[in-house]
């Protein structure tokens, strides 16, 4: 997809913001920006969650099985969700959603969503495991419908029956607030994580999905991966003049999303609390958008150790490219690329979350931020 938008390359965030033309849609009242934190099963502990920052809390992941169920939760499982639940003492406003599927867990989603049966049978058991752990509502992670992901089956009709799929959820998770007498406001919260790139929009029917859901969350990460022999920004919030124009950066993610028909207001953009490395890469324009030689490993790097071992220390230099508006580091003896977020980053994200309505930002995860913490100080100043 050719990216409409123009130069993100001013200083300022202010001219920045102006630049970028989003199609405005009709908007409700304002409302509070969300904050959603992905919180996985390990790695953390319930005094280093700040309840007071989040707006909500995506537990990642309940899984399902060949039998059209969620698989049983593991005791450790368990008992993070009993520790999320009560943080609802610090912040009363707080959400806690399970979340379904992930890379790797999506296996049988196009078995739970093939048919009518198969659906409502799914939808009463993830209801009755939202009851049982007294959760805020569904989050679901199906990477991909009518793709290949990691391992997962898939067919052309889960264009259509992930749609139905989210329907049956919505309807089981509304008959279920009736009779919980739950209030409007504190209604049983349907969510997605959505891909970032065009792939996810052509396989799906995000237009009709999107009346099911309360917020679409954009993966706007990843965009640059393990797999690509050649390096590049993997969450970019606009396009770099270098590099290879076809991948979706941020902005023509969300574009692409909006003009499938999901309201501006509801989506959600993904940012990641953590990098990306390539090793043995090409020693030219440092690094960025490089071939990796066959040798080269790939690296998955916590924002925590980064600041530890890898911003402008140990032989790495911090460089920005303005027109994506995001950081990477360059070590010219190792020959070794990281793509990554940092607060400058982050901030020129939130900024223009702010600028075009989106209804906030959700983070993958919780724990690669536990040390520093200062990536999550950015969103919460920046849309509060």
Excluded at 131 to 155: M, S, T, V
Excluded at 294 to 304: E, N, P, Q, V
Excluded at 346 to 364: E, H, N
Aim: aromatic share 10%; hydrophobic share 40%; charged share 20%.
């Amino acid at each position: 997809m050719k990216n409409p938008f123009v130069s993100l390359g001013f200083v300022c965030i202010s001219l920045l913001m102006s630049s970028l033309r989003m199609p405005c849609l009709a908007q409700s009242a304002p409302r509070k920006s969300v904050i959603i934190g992905y919180v996985s099963g390990g790695g953390w502990t319930k005094e280093q969650i700040e309840a007071q920052k989040l707006t909500h809390i995506n537990y990642a992941f309940a899984v399902p099985t060949a039998s059209g169920l969620l698989a049983p939760i593991s005791a450790n499982d368990s008992a993070n969700l009993a520790k999320l639940t009560a943080l609802r003492q610090v912040n009363k406003d707080l959400n806690i959603l399970i979340s379904i599927g992930g890379w790797g867990g999506c296996k049988y989603f196009s078995d739970v969503a093939l048919t009518d049966a198969s659906r409502q049978r799914f939808a009463d058991n993830a209801v009755a495991f939202l009851k049982k752990y007294q959760l805020d509502g569904l989050d679901i992670d199906w990477e991909y419908p009518a793709q290949i992901g990691a391992g997962n089956l898939f067919r052309p009709e889960d264009k259509q029956t992930f749609t139905l799929f989210l329907k049956a959820l919505r309807d089981r998770l509304d008959q279920q607030g009736k009779q919980d007498n739950r209030p409007a406001a504190r209604h049983y919260l349907l969510t997605a994580a959505t891909g970032g790139d065009t792939a996810f929009v052509s396989h799906t029917e995000l237009g009709k999905a999107q009346r099911y859901l309360d917020y679409v969350n954009i993966m706007t990460y990843d965009l640059y991966h393990g797999n690509d022999r050649v390096t590049g920004h993997h969450s970019p919030l606009g396009q770099s003049k270098k590099g290879n124009q076809s991948r979706n950066s941020s902005i023509s993610a969300v574009e692409g999303h909006v003009q499938a028909g999901v309201p501006i207001g509801k989506i959600v953009l993904g940012l990641p609390f953590y990098g990306r490395g390539w090793t043995n890469v090409t020693d030219k324009d440092n690094g960025l958008y490089q071939p990796q030689a066959a040798t080269g490993k790939h690296l998955f790097i916590s924002h925590d150790e980064l600041v530890d071992k890898y911003i402008n220390k140990n032989g790495f230099t911090r460089y920005w490219d303005t027109d994506a508006q995001s950081p990477y580091l360059w070590n010219p003896t190792s020959r070794m690329f990281i793509s990554y977020a940092d607060p400058e980053s982050l901030a020129a994200r939130v900024a223009w979350v702010k600028a075009k309505g989106l209804a906030g930002v959700m983070f993958w995860e919780y724990k690669y931020d536990l040390r520093q913490k200062k990536l999550l100080d950015v969103l919460v100043q920046g849309l509060r």
